[in-house]
């Protein structure tokens, strides 16, 4: 399937996720926009790579998906935007009665008003491209939940009903709206744990990543963002042109137990 001639716009892509997910959209022929609300020279340079690479035009595009006319202007500035990915993510852990308020406050607007911001403003634009996706990085957590990570899950089982509205209200038209709900993904952020957790729990990094990190996924394997990547491009094809308002969990079983 070639997605040559389709511009992705997905937020928060300068590392992780979003930039795995940008990296398999360019190699199947999108040209991608990456985001994220920093502006410096080597994120410019994710998009020049990109480029190079695989011969598609990729722009990095400041914007604070905290912001709600950032995230519009986001994709104003993009000047189309056939697919969307809403990745923007942070994380807090923290009991309930502790939790800080600017920590759910900004979990909220980065994790899930932004797709909402985002998807007001990029609706127009695929319906007048008459074909459109939306696909929004949910989580297990948003489908399930832990202790510690109210704000997290709240943003992300909400990420997962406004996906399922967005695609009520393009049921009859060539767009569709899904979301990822990813595992334990092995991120430059969760590599960064590993050390730390080693030391915490006088444990070898084999142990800390089986038995710690990975205890609640049964395959005992990080999902990889090549991996999303690669589900985002199948929910671009033609094949998943009937898949819309559902979760695709790709989680080495997670949410199965
Ligand atoms: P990451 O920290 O590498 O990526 C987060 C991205 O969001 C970064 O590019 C960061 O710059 C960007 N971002 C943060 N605040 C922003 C803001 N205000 N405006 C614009 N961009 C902002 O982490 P990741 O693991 O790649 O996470 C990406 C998404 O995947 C998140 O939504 C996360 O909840 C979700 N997810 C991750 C995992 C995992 O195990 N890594 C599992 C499930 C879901």
């Known amino acids: ?8 716009v997905i937020t928060g892509s300068n590392s992780g996720i979003g930039l795995g997910v940008a990296w398999e959209l360019a190699r199947a022929g999108a040209d991608v926009v990456l985001n994220s609300f920093t502006d410096r020279d080597e994120d410019h340079a994710l998009a020049e790579e990109i480029s190079k690479e695989t011969g598609t ?19 104003e500035q993009a000047g189309a935007c056939d697919i969307l990915v809403n990745n923007a993510g942070i ?42 996706r939306v696909v929004n990085i949910a989580s297990a957590h948003g489908l399930t939940a832990s202790p510690y990570k109210s704000a997290y899950i709240a ?12 695609a009520l209200e393009t049921a009859e038209e060539p767009i569709t709206a899904n979301a990822i709900c990813p595992g334990y993904v092995l991120t430059p952020l969760v590599e960064a744990q590993i050390p730390d957790t080693m030391k915490e729990y006088d444990m070898s990094r084999e142990d800390v990543i089986k038995n710690v990190m990975l205890k609640r996924q049964p ?19 033609d094949a998943a042109a009937q898949i819309t308002g559902t979760t695709i969990s790709v989680d080495g079983g997670w949410t199965a137990l």
């Open 91 to 132: 994380q807090h852990v923290a009991p309930i009665p502790e939790f800080p308020v600017e920590k759910w406050d900004a979990i909220i607007a980065i994790n899930l008003s932004s797709a909402f911001h985002t998807t007001a403003a990029a609706l127009p634009m695929m319906r007048s491209a008459g074909w459109g």
């Open 1 to 8: 399937m070639s997605l040559a001639g389709k511009t992705a």
């Open 57 to 75: 035009k990729a722009r990095y595009i400041k914007a604070d998906m905290s912001k709600g006319d950032e995230c519009r202007a986001l994709i």
């Open 155 to 166: 943003a992300k089982h909400g990420v997962v009903g406004l996906t399922k509205t967005t």
């Open 219 to 237: 395959s005992k394997e990080f999902a990889t963002v090549e991996q999303m990547g690669g589900t985002c491009v199948f929910l671009c094809s």
